[in-house]
């Protein structure tokens, strides 16, 4: 059978390797035979394409027709791929088909599109609007304004340079002076500080570095996706992940277009999906990255009314510095405003234009005489109160808005008076007044905006913002209410089993703030809140020498998640920093105050890094079984709820680690024996041996068990042969006395510990015999 005739195969669980030029493809291979020994079925790269030179995560492609030299390049992808199958693996790749890097001197097709401009054949891939700026595209890499750089602007040849940047002249202008020769490009280099507000491309979000691919086009849909789609016909890779949907003009569109071009092969995306959000049934995936699933595995280790304790404390400890008085979502709707109007100040006044043309042009009453100032407004109200990435409205084949499609949209509609305007912006964007090109370039050009927003707004801003729980503040998560009830849980997995029975799963990614490990040591602040702020005022007794109370709460909570650890003062200085940048508060990214940033750097030497911090290394010691229980449960739950578990590299085994790059360092492949390792290693080689029990048909059961401490079991059978049981909120468990002869009814037959094998259960197992060795327990049955 050829790779063609293949039946596209779905994992059983997918391991993810962080490639870079210290990690390439024979690095890769020399970890394959580790890696098959946990009993994965896929290796899951990071992207393989030609990427800058030096990338760390290969996220900036430059070319989508090479694999990346500084990897080993194609024969090092097939000689890993070769090895892989060896050792019963296959390969899933990310693909990145939003953006590329806007670096002209790697990035051929850019080069030309700056070149010839828009006559250029490459210029239909790049979202460009020519209209402005002179129909020239603006370029911010000068150091400083124009007048003050000039000088270091020079003509080589046929080339423009500046420092390390290097642009192409446009035929017939290489003789002429300075200020001639720019204005005759088709670009113009400007000072960085002007793309917050004329940009005149789409970005990835706010990062000008990264410019936007118009993957709608089929002509740029083939040429970008030539080189995967040529790897998957040949057997090479399997599998896809889709880098940032969201971002894409179509999202529908592309991904039928690539189920279609791939042959169905296994295709997650990564799609954040808000609480209560449902992944859109139309698109053709097996569903999403994870993140989902994540959010509510963490829930399940929440205690809520610890949360709300220690969001009281956390209120009354950082006064007056939280944000609007630790309200998450009046959090959200000022770090939105402050996105709008800063970081994506030039996607609103695109939008902006376009909204402006359609009114002017549209037939409708009601869409006329409507003020950009007016425009811009509503576009701005409609955008900060928006609840998930992307509204994915459509109209029906009567041009008429569907219900599902108003609901999917989730905008609210609480809106100042004298609202006329976006009363028009918010039906605009729902489909109401019509599906011509115009209506539908707006929709897009809403949707992307929106995405970006999210993004920018709660991710890289009100996470650092709002931080009563370090814990909840990750990828997909909801700060304002994080903790999950079993019933809750279950009724997610039953949707998930239900619906997307393949999708991916996750709980540590190269994109989570914390590791799952870390996070597992902060859930146990809301089981003892009261603790934690006695040892809070003994650490900071004095002030403690933190430049503001909210840094300090954060950065407590960011050391004693982090427990002891090599390199940890560089390590927890470096997530501090990023903390206080993207807060915005009083240091930023473009606006750095070295006076704050040098008092944290202190702070973090003296206080969490300091003698100081030895109480609360002390204080998380006394609670290690708790932070165990907590990880390995969490560990378990993911391996075996429904859905493709991804292992991040290295979390097989104890894995902490914070924000990037720190989850990106080089990690040891190789056992252990912790105990960790030894539940992940159980756990996936059982999903290896028995596929039917988690697959697509696999069904998905809750258990309750009962007696005075039922509600810290959280139980589950998967198609009536493998069985979960962990324990949850351990420490409230112990402080009530423990299980107190709580027991679990399991289903008929009798069940073999795969945990520690010799050991059966049938019955109503007592959870203090269940839980005796472990504060997990995996059983499979016995056959009959």
């Known amino acids: 059978m050829t790779p063609e005739q293949r039946e596209p195969a779905v994992p059983t669980a997918t391991y993810r390797l962080q490639l870079q030029p210290g990690f390439p493809f024979g690095a890769a291979a020399d970890a394959v ?30 070319d989508h027709a090479r694999v990346r030299e500084e990897l080993g390049g194609e024969e090092g992808l097939r000689e890993l791929a070769r090895t892989a199958r060896e050792h019963g693996l296959g390969l899933v790749v990310d693909i990145v088909p939003n953006h590329m890097a806007m670096s002209p001197r790697h990035n051929r097709a850019l080069w030309e599109v700056l070149r010839e401009g828009p006559a250029s054949p490459y210029a239909r891939w790049f979202d460009i609007d020519w209209e402005a700026q002179g129909g020239q595209v603006l370029l911010p ?67 000008s570095e990264l410019i936007g691919v118009r993957v ?43 189920h279609e071009a791939t042959g169905g092969r296994w295709t997650v995306v990564e799609k954040i999906l808000s609480d209560g959000e449902p992944l859109p049934p139309s698109w053709p995936v097996a569903g999403t990255t994870g993140y989902d699933a994540l959010r509510h595995v963490d829930g399940l280790f929440t205690d809520p009314a610890g949360f709300g304790e220690l969001l009281g404390r956390y209120r009354r400890f950082a006064a007056p510095q939280t944000d609007r008085g630790g309200d998450w979502d009046a959090t959200v709707r000022r770090a939105a405003y402050k996105v709008l109007t800063h970081e994506l100040a030039t996607e609103v006044d695109r939008l902006t234009r376009v909204t402006s043309r359609l009114c002017v042009a549209s037939p409708e009453p009601a869409l006329r005489d409507r003020a950009p100032w007016a425009l811009r407004t509503a576009l701005q109200e409609l955008l900060v109160r928006l609840e998930v990435y992307r509204p994915y409205s459509s109209v ?53 905006t929106a995405s970006a927003l999210r993004a920018k707004s709660v991710e890289d801003t009100a996470f650092y913002r709002y931080v009563p729980l370090l814990s909840a503040t990750e990828v997909g998560g ?117 006076p704050y940033e040098e008092a944290v750097e202190r702070f973090v030497a003296e206080g969490p890094c300091g003698v100081p911090g030895e109480r609360v290394a ?68 059982l999903r290896a041996r028995r596929p039917a029990a988690f697959g697509d048909r696999a069904s998905y059961a809750p258990l309750t068990a009962e007696g005075p401490a039922a509600a810290h079991c959280l139980a589950f059978a998967r198609s009536g ?42 019955g109503h197992a007592p959870l203090e015999e269940l839980f005796e060795r472990s504060p997990v327990a995996l059983l499979e049955r016995i056959p009959d």
């Open 478 to 594: 909801n700060p304002g209410d994080p903790a999950v009830s079993p019933e809750r849980f279950h009724a997610y997995c039953a949707r998930v089993q239900r619906d997307w029975p393949s999708t991916g799963t996750v709980v540590s990614t190269h994109d989570t703030k914390r590791s799952a490990d870390v996070r597992a040591a902060l859930h146990v602040l809301t089981e003892c809140p009261e603790r934690w702020a006695d040892v809070l005022a003994e650490v900071t007794r004095g002030g403690g020498g933190a430049p503001d109370a909210q840094l300090a709460w954060a950065a407590w909570q960011t050391v004693f998640g982090l427990g002891p650890a090599q390199d940890a003062e560089e390590r927890v200085r470096g997530a501090l920093l990023k903390h206080v940048r993207e807060a915005g508060l009083y240091t930023s990214w473009t606006e750095q105050e070295p």
């Open 141 to 207: 890499v000068l150091g400083g304004p124009f007048g003050e750089e000039a000088g270091r602007l020079e003509a080589d040849g046929d080339v423009l340079r500046y420092y390390d940047h290097a642009f192409p002249l446009r035929e017939g202008t290489a003789g002429l002076p300075l200020p001639r020769l720019l204005d005759a490009q088709w670009y113009r280099p400007v000072w960085w500080r002007l793309a917050r507000t004329e940009l005149n491309y789409r970005r990835f979000f706010s990062i």
């Open 396 to 448: 029906d084949a009567a041009g008429v808005v569907t219900e599902e499609a108003a609901e999917g949209a989730r905008l609210a509609f609480a809106v100042p008076e004298e609202a006329g305007a976006v009363d028009v912006v918010r039906d605009l964007v729902l489909g109401r007044y019509g599906d011509g090109p115009e209506y539908v370039e707006f929709r897009t050009r809403f949707a992307q």
């Open 721 to 762: 042969e493998v069985l979960t049981a962990v324990t949850r909120l351990s420490l409230r468990l112990a402080e009530a006395g423990g299980w107190r002869g709580t027991r679990l009814a399991l289903p008929a037959g009798r069940w073999a510990d795969v945990l520690e094998p010799g050991r059966e259960f049938g």
């Open 33 to 62: 035979p580790y890696v098959a020994s946990l009993g994965v079925s896929h290796l899951h790269l990071s992207p393989v394409l030609e990427a800058v030179p030096g990338s760390p995560h290969g996220y900036d492609v430059v």
């Open 618 to 685: 002390a204080f998380r010691a006394s609670l290690e079984p708790h932070i165990r229980a907590n990880a390995w449960g969490a560990a378990l739950v993911h391996l075996t709820m429904p859905g493709v578990p991804d292992v991040y590299q290295g979390t097989e085994h104890e894995y902490r680690a914070l924000v990037d790059p720190d989850n990106r360092r080089a990690v040891r492949f190789g056992g252990d024996g912790s105990g960790k390792e030894a539940v992940t290693r159980a756990a996936l080689r």
């Open 216 to 258: 709608e086009d089929p002509e740029v849909f083939d040429a970008t996706h030539g080189k995967i789609l040529e790897l998957l016909r040949e057997g090479v890779i399997d599998g896809l992940r889709v880098d940032h949907p969201d971002g894409l003009a179509d999202p529908d569109g592309y991904l039928r277009r690539l």
